[in-house]
């Protein structure tokens, strides 16, 4: 079982939109996906296709201990994946976990039941540097980052470099960042492709050939509750999510080959 935060803590950046494409591409590539909603917003949820209204349990009562990971799973039928869904009162799991003993690690342990079950951990993490996307880096393997191409994105992306390194020092000495997603990019603009240059100079190894188009169909499909492939699988979008997912597994096949000496 691989676990993958996907994290940014600057808002709109296509978290979501990777988190439910991605885990819905790598179902159709056969592999076994369970996808984590740690945001109060519950757009993943929605997007995967759940009512968050009709929950009775949800990543707040898990990581409360009121549910087990097994009352909490449900399936995404448009998706092909498995689903921890998120509600609203999510935002106050924040609140009564502060005093609660191992509040980093509560998802990390619930995570630990389930690791014969699947693949691949996707973990949808909120705009914030708060104790949900703190649970989340710590449960992490590896961290994804979807960033746009502009201007402040480099500045963002300094600052969570830092606080992944702190968490590396003192919470998760494991982690690491399995790679810099480009999102929403329009090739038209000169500044995203200055941008984009940039990266490819700093972040080499670590960035994605994969670049994820700006692609109407892709803020479409939430609202129906499915996944772009159920949507419009002929849509760019929805072929630059299957290539991720292609990449991102020759990565992992790569590295799996690498003999043990
Ligand atoms: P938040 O920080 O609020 O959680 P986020 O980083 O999860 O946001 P998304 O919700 O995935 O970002 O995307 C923000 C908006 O942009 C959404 O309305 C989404 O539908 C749209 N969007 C995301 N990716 C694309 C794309 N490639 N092309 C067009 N629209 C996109
Ligand atoms: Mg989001």
């Known amino acids: 079982m691989k676990v993958l935060a996907i994290a940014n803590q600057k808002g709109g950046v296509g978290k979501t939109t990777t988190a439910v ?29 759940i009512d ?18 097994q009352q ?9 994946f498995d689903l ?5 009162d999510l935002a106050g799991a924040e609140v009564e976990l502060v005093e609660a003993s191992e509040r980093e690690t509560r998802l990390k342990s619930a995570l630990a039941q389930v690791k014969d079950d699947c693949d691949f951990v996707l973990l949808d993490c909120p705009p914030a540097l708060n104790l949900l996307t703190l649970n989340g880096l710590v ?13 402040y994105a480099l500045e963002g992306l300094s600052d969570l470099v830092n606080t992944l390194r702190r968490i590396k020092q003192n919470l998760n000495k494991n982690i690491e960042i399995e790679g810099l997603l480009r999102t929403m990019f329009d090739p038209r603009s000169t500044l995203a ?34 996944p772009i492939l ?8 929805a072929q630059a999510y299957l290539q ?3 990449e991102m597994l020759a990565r992992h096949n790569s590295l799996d080959a690498v003999p043990v000496v």
């Open 72 to 80: 909490t799973i449900k399936t995404s039928e448009s998706g092909g």
């Open 21 to 49: 494409n991605l885990a819905a591409s790598l179902a159709h590539l056969g592999k076994r996906v369970l996808l984590v909603d740690l945001d109060p917003q519950a757009n993943a949820t929605m997007g995967a296709g």
């Open 193 to 226: 492709q200055q941008v984009s240059e940039q990266l490819v100079k700093h972040f080499t190894s670590k960035l994605y050939h994969t670049v994820i188009p700006r692609n109407v169909r892709l803020a479409e499909a939430p609202s129906y509750g499915r």
């Open 230 to 237: 159920a949507y419009d699988k002929s849509s760019k979008g």
């Open 244 to 246: 991720l997912a292609t």
């Open 139 to 151: 449960a992490a393997d590896a961290v994804m980052i979807p960033m746009q191409c502009e201007y």
């Open 84 to 88: 921890l869904p998120a509600s609203r």
């Open 52 to 69: 968050k209204a009709k929950l009775k349990a949800s990543v707040y009562s898990l990581l409360l201990g009121e549910s087990t990971i």
